[in-house]
């Protein structure tokens, strides 16, 4: 099992930046797909990034040069560096780990935290 918490959330201009972090429980933390959603107001929850087990990461095309996602095995904590930060990406963003096959859905992840709200303004 998987207990995790987010933080770094906070608000900021537009073209500023934000680190978040995602503490994650549990001695398996190294052997978990690791990823960062995000939900607006209205919206369905969307992938952001991935950092699966053996380091691979991917991003979604609104977010590619933008953000950058890291883990350290270590501490037990994943990391999403946002950059050059747009209104468009004000949301609550989801800390989530699993094991699932197609990682840019929400349905390859078993745990998820409570969110962190990140609000950009123009």
């Known amino acids: 099992q998987a207990h995790l918490v987010e933080s770094g959330g906070g608000s900021v201009q537009a073209g500023g930046s934000l680190r978040l972090s995602c503490a994650a429980s549990?001695?398996?933390?190294?052997?978990?797909?690791m990823a960062w959603f995000r939900q607006a107001p209205g919206k369905e929850r969307e992938f952001v990034a991935v950092?699966?087990?053996?380091?691979?990461?991917d991003y979604a095309d609104s977010v590619k040069g933008r953000f950058t996602i890291s883990r350290d095995n270590a501490k037990n904590t994943v990391y999403l560096q946002m950059n050059s930060l747009k209104s468009e990406d004000t949301a609550v963003y989801l800390c989530?780990?699993?094991?699932?096959?197609?990682?840019?859905?929400?349905?390859?992840?078993?745990?998820w935290g409570q969110g962190t709200q990140v609000t950009v303004s123009s």
């Open positions: 989530a780990a699993g094991d699932g096959v197609v990682l840019t859905t929400v349905q390859a992840y078993d745990y």
């Open positions: 549990g001695r398996t933390f190294s052997l978990y797909t």
């Open positions: 950092n699966t087990w053996n380091g691979d990461t």
